[in-house]
């Protein structure tokens, strides 16, 4: 057997594999022998016909052709075998040559990557501070949510009042578009059509208007109205002052409901910042590193887009051939749209499992299988259908796990503050990681 190599772009190999006319000869003459027994062949006893006259009865090429699938895996796993190549997935076959024998085959080859200096990726640290009008602003939201409401049996709308109005609108053919009823503080609140408040100024109690506003987002086109004025309150928002505190919580004074607001709104925007930093930083890696897979992964992780996307649409009680025919759309195309994203979803899970390998992370099997049992008691699922599921869901359970743990260290690296740490010598031993955690529904569904 003579074996050459081509190496062809996005990690694939070519291999052409010839086989000596002396082993083919070999495996045609083991087809005729079970061909021979399996089959009458006038004349002969079952499984003495001579080679000749097998070949004779059913044909050279019927002979050769199941020769060649049963030479096609042997020769593919001796090749493999000698090159030392482990393939990502299943080689796939090109052509096949009758004389000599030759096998064409392209093999994917795992991911690789390279991330470069990773250790020297700086990005300034800077969360924000709550300002002062951040505070005032939630300050005035709970002064509106504790004001007082007093409704009136006579008056006008006047700006400062709350008001209830009810409101029919039609468009220029009568098809009513707008019917309900809508309370809101005159000149403090956004009404529900614009321009509304200039109409409704001034009117009575149970007074009715009727006029024209533009259609909201479109100024060429006009909304007939018709306005009831249904109520009016006088609307009395309390003092900024320590009353208001103790209304609100447990607070004495004004100051200390201020200094709660600070510090709640400091750790959300914090843990918005730490997100925000966290995506910018993977971003930065992968932009940096050099990521090379075989088409065949992307192929594969474009069918889990589109398994998400039909799950989506199923718990909508709707299904994807319905979808693609709302969007006048194949399903050939949908795979393309969906195509960066499915790179982007590559690239990005390769960065965080290679820097993974190289800084030595590793998940705790008491950790991953708490998350399991954890996952275990939230889904439906008969103990035969979790008992097949167990491994994967454990492997994705792992992934995820080990991601989070290496996009934390890269903005631990990323921030500076990430002491030099020895690498773990059982990185090489890691096994690459399934894209996706198992859903409770894809689980709840098994079975």
Do not use: C
């Not at 109409?199 to 109690?205: E, F, N, P, T, V």
């Not at 971003?283 to 897979?293: D, G, M």
């Amino acid at each position: 057997m003579r074996i050459t190599t081509e190496t062809l772009p996005q990690r694939q190999v070519a291999l052409t594999i010839e086989v000596d006319p002396e082993r083919v000869e070999k495996a045609m003459r083991q087809v005729a022998r079970r061909f021979a027994e399996r089959y009458d062949i006038p004349g002969f006893r079952r499984g003495k016909a001579p080679y000749e006259i097998v070949v004779r009865t059913f044909g050279r090429e019927v002979i050769f052709e199941e020769a060649v699938e049963a030479l096609g895996q042997e020769v593919y796993r001796e090749a493999l075998d000698q090159l030392g190549l482990d393939p990502y997935g299943p080689g796939r076959l090109e052509r096949v040559d009758p004389e000599p024998l030759t096998f064409h085959v392209i093999i994917p080859l795992k991911p690789e990557v390279r991330l470069g200096d990773y250790r020297s990726l700086r990005l300034p640290y800077e969360p924000p501070e709550p300002t002062e009008e951040e505070i005032m602003e939630i300050l005035e939201r709970l002064r509106r949510d504790n004001a007082i409401i007093e409704p009136l049996s006579e008056g006008v709308a006047e700006p400062g009042m709350m008001v209830t109005v009810a409101l029919r609108a039609t468009d220029a053919e009568g098809k009513t578009v707008l019917e309900d009823e809508f309370s809101f503080v005159l000149g403090q609140e956004e009404p529900p059509l614009p321009g509304l408040e200039e109409r409704i100024a001034g009117m009575a109690l149970n007074e009715t208007r009727t006029f024209e506003l533009p259609w909201p987002g479109d100024e060429s086109r006009v909304l007939q109205v018709e306005a009831t004025l249904t109520g009016i309150s006088r609307y009395v928002l309390p003092d900024l002052d320590d009353a208001l505190a103790q209304t609100v919580g447990d607070f004495e004074t004004l100051e200390e409901l201020k200094a709660k607001i600070r510090q709640d709104l400091a750790a959300h925007q914090r843990r918005q910042y730490d997100a925000e930093y966290a995506e910018r930083a993977l971003e930065t890696l992968v932009e940096q590193a050099e990521v090379e897979f075989p088409p065949q992964m992307l192929e594969e992780e474009i069918d889990d887009l589109v398994e998400e996307l039909k799950d989506s649409l199923r718990r909508r009680g709707k299904d994807l051939e319905s979808y693609l025919k709302e969007r006048n759309q194949t399903l050939e195309a949908l795979r393309e749209e969906l195509r960066p994203q499915a790179e982007r979803r590559i690239r990005r899970g390769l960065v965080l499992y290679q820097l993974a390998r190289e800084e030595g992370l590793s998940v705790p099997e008491e950790v991953v299988e708490e998350e399991v049992q954890a996952l275990r008691q939230r889904v439906q699922a008969s103990e035969e259908a979790w008992k097949r599921l167990r491994p994967e869901v454990s492997a994705t359970i792992r992934s995820r796990l080990l991601a989070r743990q290496a996009l934390e260290r890269l903005v631990e690296i990323a921030r500076g503050d990430l002491a030099v740490a020895m690498k773990s010598e059982s990185a090489d031993a890691m096994e690459m990681p399934v894209r996706e955690e198992a859903s409770a529904s894809q689980i709840s569904g098994s079975g």
